[in-house]
């Protein structure tokens, strides 16, 4: 089975970071993108970064230059972080991992608007930016 886990979120204040990390076990897909989704009470899901098999990577342009992706695999496991710098008060939502079996053209054409139908999704973890 694929089990898909969320950590790192909190409370910070305006300009300070956050790292999220996530563990994606039991995927056996070879073709793959390992992703970081958003999404804020009252507003639609956002693809926030995205890294997929063949290397292809995806930042929003709301995150760009403040947040960096990085992957490792161990053990049948991969292992998705997103280190969160200058955060602002629009950063906050709730964070969720996916592992989809798709490229990067597709999953940015489809990957926010079909959510955890797509692909195997953790359960989320809060980031809150105060102001």
């Known amino acids: 089975d694929v089990q898909v886990v969320e950590s790192g979120g909190g409370l910070v204040q305006t300009g300070g970071s956050l790292r999220l990390s996530c563990a994606a076990s039991?995927?056996?897909?070879?073709?793959?993108?390992m992703s970081w989704y958003r999404q804020a009470p009252e507003k639609e899901r956002e693809l926030v970064s995205s890294i997929c098999d063949d290397g292809d990577t995806y930042y929003a342009d709301t995150v760009k230059g403040r947040f960096i992706l990085s992957k490792n695999n161990a053990n049948n496991t991969l292992y998705l972080n997103l280190e969160m710098n200058s955060l602002k008060p629009e950063d906050t939502a709730v964070y969720s991992c996916?592992?989809?079996?798709?490229?990067?053209?597709?999953?940015?054409?489809?990957?926010?608007?079909?959510?955890?139908?797509?692909?195997?999704w953790g359960p989320g973890t809060q980031v809150t930016v105060s102001s």
């Open positions: 996916a592992a989809q079996s798709t490229n990067l053209v597709t999953l940015k054409a489809l990957g926010a608007r079909l959510g955890p139908n797509f692909g195997y």
């Open positions: 039991g995927v056996t897909y070879t073709l793959w993108c």
